[in-house]
């Protein structure tokens, strides 16, 4: 396992609010690694959320908007943040109350850092 | 922002002449402009670049320096390179847009202040420039001004202060605010103050009557008559700034109301069809992380911000918007969106 998706991961769950972080291959949805709260499966997480990005990415990108940067879902709860890294996607899962800008600020640093 | 010590100047001149390729010119740099010696801070800054021509908050200190000696064009270039090397600057962001604003390059400043403002909403100056910028923009598409932004600054600052001055304070610019720890004890940030700490002869830029914010209308967008034709039922939210358009669309992504900005009905299809089954699969993704009920899904793509939120259990609003859309604005049109599409449906459909 690298280091520096290692030290991503654990930076970004070190964010007030956050509940999980994980990097997942983009392409095979799979869990390159994480931090999840006991419970939670990485695998179907990383299954949903990347099948999720690739599909919203190909919406926009067939409607003319470009390439899809960060995916951000609303719930009654907390927040699921993805962003494009590359080869990976970045998804973190924050409380409703969390500093989302906080939250985005960092998943985007560490998306150009691994990028 | 604490003074450096004597000391730590001492030790930072020692560095630099030791050795040229200290990094210790920059906080060197920072205290001789607090000292007021601009030059000699100018010539550090462009000496340590030698070194390290990436170096973001060294380019960041010198477009201070060079604005600060009214050369402007050097200052919005050397932001530029900050912006080129790390998009997210803020100090680099605020000080373009306010560049931006004062050559009256209102579109391109108000990408650069709301990218500011995103990375930090409370901001006063920043904030300040976005209600300037708002009004200047109503004024040039009524027609009515040309030239305010230059009026406005003349008239705000103090006849004994000149107009970098006014334009600094308006700017707000922090010298550095992600510098690493040495920097940090030297740094200085004459523009950043609170209102409560602003020295009483600092200019205060302040929008004159005439550049007064339009009143707003006595009805929201979202309370006002529904047109009876399906593409117009979201026309109250088109008022300009970066909406590009608002749809409502089916369970199976069918467009049942609203419209694009680009008039394309089939690029609304598209994105309907192509959208529409993500729908079932976000809401799979926040229950399965025991997040409650699905809200919405922000979309931040390469020209344009996407939102998507249900309506009912059967529909949902898709609102475009340019890409430089602050995001709280966004999610604030879309609530308003969506009240309209819940009228439209209890009314129409």
Redesign the interface.
Known sequence: MSDVYTEAVERLSRVNGVRGALLVDAEAGLPVTSELAEG??GT??AA??S??FR??A???????????????????????IAVDAGELIIVV?AARDAQL?LVR?EA??AAESLA | MKKPAQADLQRWSEEVARDATSLAFLPLARAYRRQGQRAAAKQLCLRGLEHYPTHAEAHSLLALLYLEDGERAKAADEWSMVLRMDPNHFDALRGIGFCYLEQDQLSLARQALERAALLRPQDAAVEEALKVLGTRQELHSGGTRTNAWSDDLKSARTDREGDDIAHSAAVGVRADSSADTVADAGAYEPWAESPSTVAPEAPVISAPPVMAAPTPPAVRPAQQPLSSDPSEIFAALMTGGPLLGVLLLDGQGLVMAGSLGDGSAGSAELLGATLGPAISEAARTVSLLSLGGWRGMLLEAGTAVLHVSPVRDDAVVLLAARRNAPTGWVLRTAGQASEIAVRYLEEYA
């Open positions: 939670v499966s179907a997480v949903l959320a099948s999720l599909r919203t190909q919406a926009s990108d067939a409607a003319g908007y470009g390439r899809l940067a960060t995916m951000q879902l609303e719930a009654d709860e907390g927040h699921v899962i800008g600020l985007h640093r």
